[in-house]
């Protein structure tokens, strides 16, 4: 079990999934210029607004942590050919207007011709990887997520990206509830603050997923256990 987290009573502990290629995905959640870059979005109207030491804390780990360790993972998972899919946030429309978002927090949902749609610079997608617009914050219920992945064949999901207690963990969810295999990982997702990243985790590892850290996936990804032939047409 990892260090620092402690399952919730009543739930036992996840067994290691497989993370064959030909079943498995990596799961980029809105690694977006509007909420993971220092200097666009999010960060700009926070110091607009005199909150940013409110999220220094997720974006000193954004760019220490998170950003390096997804880049390692879509590396590793483009090496060995799991498929790397990469889900962003943003409106069909440049009001927003069928957004249910702009009546409460319109602001982080941007045009799909804003800058601030881009995926930032280190994780940007490569080749033909799969890019999914959602207009909410679950990656299952506003996109034709479900039925890609089902297509392709994917059992099993690795999930990164930001926030750990909002989009991430809304998929997460969603995606236990449709018999998904979920590795949420650890250090390829930030919060606010640490309080909340932690939070997050200890509700949904052993209940929707299993909780590992970047050095444990990319170890399972380049031991895989042997496995048949097995082809994805």
């Known amino acids: 079990m990892r260090q620092g987290i402690i399952p919730l009573p009543g739930f036992y502990e996840f067994p290691d999934f497989d993370l064959a290629a030909?079943?498995?995905?990596?799961?980029?959640?809105?690694?977006?210029?509007?909420?993971?870059?220092?200097?666009?979005?999010?960060?700009?109207?926070?110091?607009?607004?005199g909150r940013f030491e409110q999220w220094s804390y997720y974006f000193d780990r954004l760019a220490s942590t998170v950003v390096p360790n997804i880049a390692a993972l879509q590396r590793h998972c483009r090496e060995v050919g799991i498929e790397v899919i990469h889900i962003v946030l943003g409106a069909f429309t440049r009001d927003r207007r069928e957004v249910i978002w702009h009546r409460r927090q319109?602001?982080?949902?941007?045009?799909?011709?804003?800058?601030?749609?881009?995926?930032?610079?280190?994780?940007?997608?490569r080749g033909d990887?799969?890019?999914i617009a959602k207009t909410s914050s679950g990656a299952f219920n506003s996109s034709p997520l479900d039925q890609i992945l089902r297509n392709l064949r994917i059992e099993t999901l690795i999930v990164t990206g930001v926030v750990t207690n909002f989009c991430v963990e809304t998929t997460v969810r969603d995606a236990g509830d449709r018999g998904f295999n979920v590795v949420l990982v650890d250090d390829g997702c930030a919060a606010r603050n640490e309080a909340d990243h932690r939070y997050a985790l200890r509700i949904l590892e052993h209940a929707y997923c299993k909780v590992k850290t970047t050095a444990q996936v990319l170890e399972q990804i380049a031991s895989p256990a042997p496995q048949p032939a097995q082809s994805r047409t």
């Open 22 to 49: 030909a079943t498995t995905a990596l799961l980029i959640i809105d690694m977006q210029k509007v909420d993971a870059h220092p200097e666009h979005g999010l960060a700009v109207r926070a110091r607009e607004a």
């Open 106 to 125: 319109r602001q982080l949902v941007p045009p799909r011709d804003s800058s601030e749609f881009d995926i930032i610079e280190p994780l940007q997608p």
């Open 129 to 131: 990887e799969i890019v």
